[in-house]
C-alpha cells in the first residue's frame, strides 16, 4: 500500500462546478499538506499549504484536513476551463527530513 | 525571472549516453531538491542539498547518478550510461530557511532511445 493514494481520474466536470479532490494517506506522522497544481509537461505550482487539521480558504480554492480519519481534500469553487489540470497532493512528517511524499495526482478536466 | 531554473528543458540521448541537468534556485534559497516523475506518477524525492552539503540521497539514486551542488548555488545532477527506464521528467525544487514549502521549477525532460 502506498503511503498516500490518489484517484487519479480523469475527472471532468462543466465550467462553474464544484470540484473536489482527495487524498488518503497512511503516516500519521505527515503535518504538513500541500496541493499542487501541475499543467502538461510543466512544472508542479503550489496551490494550497495546511498545517495538521482544520480549513484553509484562498480565492476559490478551500483546502481540508483531517487527520483523525487521515483524509485531505482540496475544493475549487465556480470551476473554470483553466482550472484543468493534474492536482497533486503532497505531504511532510515533522521530522524534518524535507521529503515531500506525493499522490500520484488527479486529472481535472474542466468543460466550457 | 526570480523562480527556479532548469537546463534544458528536454533532452534526447541515446541508450548508455550520459546526461547532465542544471538546475539554479530561488535567489537566497539554500536549500535544494531533485525529484523525478514519470508519467502518471508524482514526483518521487531522489536528493537534497542544504548550501553545498548533499544531506540525503532516495534508494532511487542508484551508482549511475550523481548531483552536485558547489558554493551551494545551482546544482547539476548527471546521469551515466543512460537506460530506457531514466527516461521521465527531472525537477529540481528549493526552499529557504523560513519557508515550509518547496517551489518547483518547470523540469527537464529526459527521453533515452
Known amino acids: 500500500q502506498k503511503e498516500v493514494e490518489q484517484d487519479p481520474g480523469p475527472l471532468s466536470v462543466p465550467e462553474g462546478a464544484i470540484v473536489s479532490l482527495n487524498c488518503t494517506y497512511s503516516n500519521s506522522a505527515f503535518q504538513y499538506f500541500m496541493w499542487y497544481r501541475q499543467y502538461s509537461r510543466k512544472g508542479p505550482e503550489l496551490l494550497m499549504y495546511t498545517y495538521s487539521s482544520g480549513n484553509k480558504e484562498d480565492g476559490r480554492f478551500t483546502a481540508q484536513v483531517d487527520k483523525s480519519s487521515k483524509y485531505i481534500s482540496l475544493f475549487i469553487r465556480d470551476s473554470q476551463p483553466s482550472d484543468s489540470a493534474t492536482y497533486l497532493c503532497a505531504m511532510e512528517p515533522t521530522s524534518g527530513t524535507y521529503k515531500y511524499i506525493f499522490g500520484t495526482g488527479t486529472r481535472l478536466k474542466v468543460l466550457a | 525571472d526570480t523562480g527556479v531554473s532548469q537546463d534544458p528543458r528536454h533532452k534526447i540521448t541515446k541508450r548508455g549516453q550520459n546526461v547532465t541537468f542544471r538546475c539554479d534556485p530561488i535567489?537566497?534559497?539554500?536549500?535544494l531538491y531533485w525529484y523525478r516523475q514519470t508519467l502518471g506518477q508524482g514526483p518521487e524525492f531522489l536528493t537534497y542539498f542544504q548550501n553545498e552539503a548533499q544531506l540525503e540521497k532516495s534508494r532511487l539514486l542508484s551508482d549511475r547518478f550523481s548531483a552536485e551542488r558547489p558554493k551551494g548555488s545551482f546544482s547539476t545532477l548527471e546521469i551515466q550510461r543512460t537506460e530506457q527506464g531514466d527516461s521521465a521528467m527531472y525537477l529540481c525544487?528549493?526552499?529557504?530557511?523560513?519557508?515550509?514549502?518547496?517551489?518547483f521549477g518547470e523540469g527537464s525532460w529526459l527521453t533515452v532511445v
Open positions: 535567489s537566497e534559497h539554500n536549500r
Open positions: 525544487a528549493s526552499r529557504g530557511d523560513s519557508g515550509n514549502t518547496i517551489y
